[in-house]
């Protein structure tokens, strides 16, 4: 196997230095790399391809960590409608076209259904490079691609699991599907819950001991701890990856480990696009010309369709809209994962998976191109668009503005059925965990201890236990929210809405008792009353224990600070308040920040003089300068390096303004080579000179004689009668025939002769 990695990082190391030479994406070098090492070009004795592949399974893994490291469950529930909305139009489209292409081109059912998911999401990878290396990262369009991608991510996760289910059976199930979901939502909910809840403490803990080794021992060994755990769950090691990502995204040491996981997740993301190409087979690719065609026709012309579509119904204007949609026309990573996912259970026929490569290189080739089509195409749009589908699109867009007041019964409702959900599903998994795992060993170790006949006790301490562990959760979901402001508003406003209140309070009642009941149940052979009784008395024993209560508070107060930790960690280094970059949005302004280089001219100069509103039309709202915030800033507040300079204005003024501090980097940093040419051709010496009666210097001291400022040198020495004293005291005499030791430009010290 080090035969055959040495052979890939060759390879990849070379075509992707040509990619980059070419400014194209590092990605398409390393598909070529594996096309070129991989045995239909080289022959099945350079690679061992079955190696490869091995190797690419753990670039997977790291991918999908890497990737998780970017998601977070909190910024989706965040994103508002545009990015669901969104993805939802684009999942839905195109996972019908893509599946009505291959039925159309005579293709199975399951080689079509393949087709259709690999067809629905587009590239994050690819999506990040061609903004930034376009400079169109911080403008509004962005943000919206990145929602609908992390989207995407999270569908694409869900996507896997059920092709798994429906490649077994070869047939589509709607219960097996509705069965699959939830089990993988309700998996996805106690790994996200017990996994904020735990590890951030762990690592605030261990904060001390964590240096860059340690922690990137300690962050491996949490993805793949999670890995095994998904593994035995029954899903596939991809999520559990990229559920250990997620939930450390939610951490304060996020950014840090994206740090330390950076050249692991290049190493492996190579070997993993490397043994992708080497499944490419040129004879394949001349062979299926006519479907690699119409599937890339189809990938770019129904994404923008499709992403158009769904963003401008989710209230953006339509501009924003077709700019997000240019941007994403292209095959993702996922595409890769799930065609040799596909083709290792034998559900789908070799020849798709290079067909798919061949789609993703060649629109991931167009996507700096199409995103530069965006706006020509909207300006061609909106000139030949009728009148009244234009107002409509207005309306449309200016309708998002508007809030909707829901009742106070519909907001209870809805925060109730959240919390009951996920103590449910925690109680659950608890109750899963500890009957398959735990209660047998409890009782066999208490029962050793006892005769045969008090058998009994040994059940009877287990289940006491048990219920000990889960009294916080059973609390919590029957009495959260009970003391919450809208519930005593509604309790205030009449018998109809008391009585809708108790019925709530009455049915979470109900579902604490019959976790008991079934708690009870598994260690104890009882009559139903009996069952009943015993269930109801726990319940009220646990809703009248103040211990309980405190422990319960304790158990969320960690989880809520734990999640929230991040994000107050990024609101004390916020350039400005959140409330007014959302105000800002209604007048189509939005802020960005740009860090001032130290190479940039820039530096040291006055706002007055650059004159940047007259220049590019942007407002200068706030200087972060270290600790401290210089808000609107003054036309004689200068600009130091790494200065934070956070900028109000429209995409077109802020691309102006990004693109004219390029410049000044570029012109910076071009004049300090010209400096460090010229340092090259003076070099610093050493040089000895003897002084003599006619010199000026001669008799004065050293501050006296001011030979550093006459000939720009240091006096690192005086030798004299033999001695030599070195760094002398500015007072020290100079005498005719001492031997000064010197340090500077040999034409510089030619002055002092």
Request: glycine share 8%.
């Amino acid at each position: 196997m080090l035969h055959d990695l040495g052979i890939i990082m060759l390879v990849a190391g070379a075509i992707s230095l040509l990619c980059k030479w070419l400014k194209q994406p590092v990605v398409l070098g390393y598909i070529v790399a594996g096309l070129l090492a991989g045995p239909y070009v080289c022959g099945s004795s350079w690679v061992n391809v079955e190696s490869a592949e091995t190797w690419g399974q753990v670039g997977v893994i790291f991918l999908l960590f890497s990737l998780g490291l970017e998601f977070s469950f909190k910024k989706l529930l965040q994103m508002g409608s545009t990015a669901f909305i969104g993805c939802i139009t684009i999942v839905v489209g195109m996972m019908s076209c893509g599946f009505l292409l291959g039925r159309l081109m005579g293709w199975n059912e399951m080689n079509s259904l393949f087709l259709g998911g690999m067809l629905c999401m587009s590239s994050t990878t690819i999506v990040f490079k061609a903004l930034d290396d376009l400079g169109l990262r911080q403008q509004k369009f962005a943000g919206i691609c990145f929602g609908i991608l992390v989207v995407e991510d999270l569908f694409a996760v869900v996507l896997m699991v059920l092709l798994a289910s429906i490649a077994v059976k070869q047939q589509f199930d709607g219960g097996e599907m509705l069965w699959q979901v939830t089990k993988l939502a309700a998996y996805l909910l106690f790994w996200f819950v017990s996994g904020i809840t735990l590890i951030p403490t762990l690592l605030k803990r261990c904060r001390r001991y964590l240096n860059d080794e340690t922690m990137t021992i300690v962050a491996l060994g949490l993805c793949l701890g999670m890995v095994l755990l998904a593994q035995r769950a029954g899903f596939s090691e991809a999520l559990g990856a990229f559920v250990m990502g997620s939930i450390l995204a939610e951490t304060v040491e996020c950014e840090r480990i994206e740090h330390l996981m950076s050249p692991i997740k290049n190493l492996f993301g190579a070997i993993f696009f490397v043994s992708v190409g080497m499944m490419i087979s040129p004879a394949t690719l001349a062979e299926y010309w006519l479907p690699i065609t119409l599937i890339t026709l189809l990938v770019i012309v129904g994404q923008i369709v499709f992403a158009s579509l769904g963003i401008v119904l989710s209230g953006q204007p339509l501009k924003v809209a077709m700019q997000s949609a240019f941007a994403l026309t292209q095959v993702g990573e996922f595409a890769f994962i799930i065609a040799q996912f596909g083709e290792s259970i034998g559900v789908i026929e070799r020849f798709l998976y290079p067909v798919v490569v061949a789609v993703s290189v060649i629109t991931t080739f167009l996507t700096p191109y199409t995103l530069r089509l965006a706006e020509p195409a909207h300006a061609w749009v909106e000139k030949h668009m009728p009148q009244t589908v234009a107002g409509w699109l207005q309306r449309l867009s200016q309708g998002r503005s508007t809030v909707t007041q829901q009742s106070l019964m519909k907001s209870i409702l809805r925060k109730v059925g959240l919390s009951v959900l996920i103590y449910m599903t925690v109680i659950i998994f608890i109750n899963m965990f500890y009957f398959q795992f735990a209660s047998g060993w409890v009782m066999e170790m208490i029962n050793a201890l006892l005769p045969v006949e008090l058998a009994w006790v040994g059940r009877l301490v287990a289940l006491l236990l048990l219920l000990l562990v889960q009294s916080p959760f059973i609390y919590k979901m029957v009495t959260k929210h009970l003391n919450a402001p809208e519930t005593h508003r509604l309790w205030h406003d009449g018998s109809y809405r008391r009585a809708s209140l108790v019925a709530l309070f009455v049915v979470r009642l109900l579902l604490g008792v019959a976790v008991i009941i079934f708690c009870i149940g598994q260690l104890f052979n009882l009559t139903m009353g009996v069952l009943i009784a015993l269930a109801i008395l726990s319940v009220v024993a646990m809703l009248m224990s103040k211990k309980i209560h405190r422990q319960s508070s304790f158990i969320e107060r960690r989880f809520m600070d734990n999640l929230s930790a991040r994000q107050r960690e990024k609101d004390k280094n916020r350039a400005v308040r959140k409330e007014l970059e959302d105000a800002l949005l209604s007048y189509d302004l939005h802020l960005a920040d740009f860090e001032l280089v130290a190479e940039s001219i820039y530096c040291g100069r006055r706002l007055m003089d650059l004159d940047l509103r007259r220049t590019c039309g942007v407002n200068i709202v706030r200087i972060v300068r270290g600790g401290l915030n210089v808000n609107i800033p003054g036309g004689h507040e200068r600009l130091y390096p790494h200065d934070r300079i956070v900028v109000a204005g429209s995409d077109q003024q802020i691309a102006r303004f990004q693109q004219l501090l390029d410049q000044a980097a570029q012109q910076g940093a071009e004049l300090i080579v010209s400096q460090e040419l010229n340092d090259r051709r003076t070099p610093v010496s050493l040089e000895q000179l003897v002084v003599t009666a006619d010199m000026p210097f001669c008799g004065k001291s050293l501050a006296e004689s001011r030979i550093r400022e006459t000939a720009q040198c240091a006096v690192l020495g005086i030798e004299r009668d033999g001695v030599t004293q070195m760094n002398p005291a500015s007072t020290e005499l100079l005498q005719e025939g001492d031997t000064l030791i010197l340090a500077g430009e040999s034409d510089q010290i030619q002055k002092l002769v």
